[in-house]
T-cell receptor, first 111, second 111 residues
Framework: DAKTTQPNSMESNEEEPVHLPCNHS???????IHWYRQLPSQGPEYVIH???SNVNNRMASLAIAEDRKSSTLILHRATLRDAAVYYC????????????FGTGTKLQVIP | NAGVTQTPKFRILKIGQSMTLQCTQD?????MYWYRQDPGMGLKLIYY???????DKGEVPNGYNVSRSTTEDFPLRLELAAPSQTSVYFC??????????FGPGTRLLVL
């Protein structure tokens, strides 16, 4: 199974951009890169996903390296509500693949 | 849509007791999942289902059973509860290999 590596924790000041890195050096050509986040005492929620091109939505942007061995989740202006654990996971297209949620990156937002 | 609902929210069990964690989704998703999350850890897949009548084991299935008689419901059964099953349990659903939608979780304490 392709694995991902993320820093255990990061800090950001409120209203500043945050770049959350994820390494996935063993990614295969059919793996999509998904990001979820888990707010305190809640279930995970979907943030964004992509395959090769950079992606934007109302929550965040996803920048994918040209060789796809790493990606970065970008929160353009961190708010206190963005304090959460962020998970980077890989999901293959077609059929069912067991997905592993690692320990993620705990983001602390400082007022 | 209510999304994914789970009951109960919290339960205390004695060692050796049994219980069923309920999960219902109203989004007509074919895929459903059960995860457990121990304190400070990521999510571990217990069982999953790709449609009514079809279930399969995840990473940590021992001590649990599931059934999927309808598209909407995916109950998780604990037989002979043990302290090691103290955890937060999340149910999720999704369409094929796309985004997973998580429920609010059930906190289980086995004493």
């Amino acid at each position: 199974d392709a694995k991902t590596t993320q820093p255990n924790s990061m800090e950001s000041n409120e209203e500043e951009p945050v770049h959350l890195p994820c390494n996935h050096s063993t990614i295969s050509g059919t793996d999509y890169i998904h990001w979820y986040r888990q707010l305190p005492s809640q279930g995970p929620e979907y943030v964004i996903h992509g395959l090769t091109s950079n992606v934007n939505n109302r929550m965040a942007s996803l920048a994918i390296a040209e060789d796809r061995k790493s990606s970065t989740l970008i929160l353009h202006r961190a708010t206190l509500r963005d304090a959460a654990v962020y998970y980077c996971i890989l999901r293959a297209s077609g059929g069912y693949q067991k997905v592993t949620f690692g320990t993620g990156t705990k983001l602390q937002v400082i007022p | 849509n209510a999304g994914v609902t789970q009951t109960p929210k919290f339960r205390i069990l004695k060692i050796g007791q049994s219980m069923t964690l309920q999960c219902t989704q109203d989004m007509n998703h074919n895929y459903m999942y059960w995860y457990r999350q121990d304190p400070g850890m990521g999510l571990k897949l217990i069982y999953y289902s790709v449609g009514a009548g079809i279930t399969d084991k995840g990473e940590v299935p021992n001590g649990y059973n599931v059934s999927r008689s309808t598209t909407e419901d995916f109950p998780l059964r604990l037989e002979l509860a043990a302290p090691s099953q103290t955890s937060v349990y999340f149910c999720a659903s999704g369409r094929h290999q796309e985004t997973q939608y998580f429920g609010p979780g059930t906190r289980l304490l086995v004493l």
